[in-house]
């Protein structure tokens, strides 16, 4: 839709409006009028006076701006006792290898990297690492 308005500088603007944004206007339950006053606020042919006060207020009160000197709050997780147990079961398994007449004899310099998560280890000259993944439950 076209639509011509006086701009601030009192020439005369015509502009097009897309269909879409009547259709939005629609849904949200607004009047034709208030639909395209929203919409040159917004692409900024006009400047509404409440919307310019509240960005001014938001800029001043620092809204969406966390407060100097402090941090993001860290998560914190839980031990997984399954898998801290399960790392170690196989730790001591790898170390029984390392040390038994198998075909994997060599193994040495078995090292939990990471509690809940990694094993690292070395057969001969390469060097391995075993990461342990728990899935999580299929969304229902």
């Known amino acids: 839709m076209k639509y011509t308005f006086i701009t601030e500088a009192g020439t005369e603007k ?17 009047s034709q009028r208030d639909t395209i006053d929203r919409y040159l606020s917004d692409e900024g042919y006009i400047v509404d006076p409440v919307v310019a006060e509240l960005t001014q207020k938001a800029k001043v009160n620092g809204a969406g701006v966390r407060a100097k000197g402090t941090e993001r709050k860290k ?16 730790k001591e398994t790898l ?29 001969g000259d390469d060097k391995f690492e075993l990461t342990l993944s728990k899935k999580r439950k299929p969304k229902v």
């Open 75 to 90: 998560p914190t997780r839980k031990p997984d006792e399954t898998k801290r147990a399960l790392i170690q079961m196989f």
């Open 14 to 30: 015509t502009i097009n409006i897309p269909d879409s944004v009547f259709v939005q206007g629609r849904k949200e339950g607004l």
């Open 95 to 123: 170390d029984e290898f390392g040390h038994g007449d198998t075909s994997l004899n060599g193994i040495h310099s078995v090292e939990v990297t990471n509690i809940e998560r990694v094993i690292a280890f070395q057969i």
